[in-house]
């Protein structure tokens, strides 16, 4: 008789199901695991037959055969423990096979038969609730699996619970999902910050147009703590976003226990970041950053100190919101629609431009550091603003800015008006921001009155735009526009400011 236990494999956000056959079969004794199995799969059968030592069950002395199948999809990962266990124990007639294919599981066992948390129990219960199924996964991860639906779930502490709660001496009850978690990181509120008017109002047009932003400027200007204002006023991220963001999350393994991620991810790398911890891939295929951040933000602090392959490396997401990892037989695709924060000194002694402070080599050092940005990596950012320094007088007369809370109301509503107008041409796109818009949908929505279109044109063959700047200035312009009371035609008001905001190269100002 073949035993079959169902359980599933990653490639990025895809979920591929997979069969667990375990067949029993007289000859001389030997535990075999096939199926293209990676070390820590291989490594299962040791667990495997550690944990049901540890409950009293010896393997029976025949010939048993595990197979992963589909044989060609490489297995990754300690998920497989429990499945393979499953299958060992249906197998020996311990588990009722009858039930055993109505589930999907997943887990990692310890050698004392206890269940530990593995990533991707989220995924895998949108998957099981897709197909109808139940899951099985450690108690650990219940809180999150919950999220998934209304389908069953099993959750049990140890390899005996689970026995027990299919003999019926122990039942074991639905886990719940629980409360999102509050975001843990530290947010500052932009009323702290004095001054910096033209940045605190770059911010806030990023915020609600989902834009890309630069800023510049000497040592302690407060360019980071700008950033670190930006999650209080990005709006929450709506259910289907949640789960979308919660999902890349559960497979990197970053998703608070049991919790699901309702605020905006904001991911900070440091600059001696690799590519592939940006970007993605390794050993085994994890999200990079980028994709960490998707529908939230990535910022970038001291940008040009970032290697310059690694930098490059964000063109292609920036253009198309996803991540390709080459993998050496296959390819996998994270989604990665972020957006970028960056911040930079205008050169390396911080100084460039600041009256007697400009070290000797000026201007030739700040073209030497600026020159460390290509002209495309700059091209795909939409704002690109001076954060000039705050005198230590104005740090005690200026009186405290706009709270975060005003801000963030302002960027609610823009964010309402964009997604009703989405929402108005394509039912399927209310998750879109201004950012986004390209094409035929840009014609559509940024529509500007001749005075706006006349002031455009000109500036663009005076500044000698891209075609991608171009578009790139009609989006932030519709931004613009939406935060003045949310004017349904772009004026030439509107597009003079989206003009401040571009200026291609630091220096030129
Ligand atoms: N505009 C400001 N209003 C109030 N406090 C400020 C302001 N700018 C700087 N500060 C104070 O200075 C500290 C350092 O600022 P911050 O780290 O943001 O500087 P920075 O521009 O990122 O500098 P660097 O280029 O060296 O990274 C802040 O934590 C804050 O206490
Ligand atoms: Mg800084």
Known sequence: MVARIRTVAFRGIDVLDIDVEVQIASGMMALTLVGLPDKAVAESRERVRAALHALGLALPPKRMTINLAPADVTKEGSHYDLSIALGLLT??????ADQMGNYIALGELGLDASLRAVNGVLPAAVQAQIHNRGLICPAQSGGEAAWAGDLEILAPH?????????????ILSRPTAQAPRTPTGF????????GQETAKRALEITAAGGHNLLMS???GSGKSMLASCLPGILPPLTPREALEVSIIHSLA??????GLLTTRPYRDPHHSASQPALIGGGHRSKPGEI??????????DELPEFQRTTLEALRQPLETGEALVARVNYHVTWPANFQLIAAMNPCRCGYFGVPDQECSKAPKCADDYQSRLSGPLLDRID????VPQVSVADLSSVPDGESSSRVAARVKKVREISRARFLSLDPETPHMVNADMSGKVLEQIAVMDDKAHALLMNAAEKLKLSARAFHRMKRVARTIADLDHGAEVIGAAHIGEALTYRKLRVLDV
């Open 91 to 96: 197998a020996m007639d311990i588990l009722p």
């Open 158 to 170: 140890s390899l005996l619970q689970l026995i027990n709660h299919f003999k019926g001496t122990q």
């Open 187 to 194: 947010v500052r509120d932009l009323a702290e910050v004095k």
């Open 217 to 219: 400027g000497p040592p």
């Open 253 to 258: 393994g970053t998703l608070p226990e049991g």
């Open 291 to 300: 994709s960490l951040a998707h529908k939230g933000v990535l910022f970038l």
């Open 383 to 386: 704002l690109q603003v001076d």
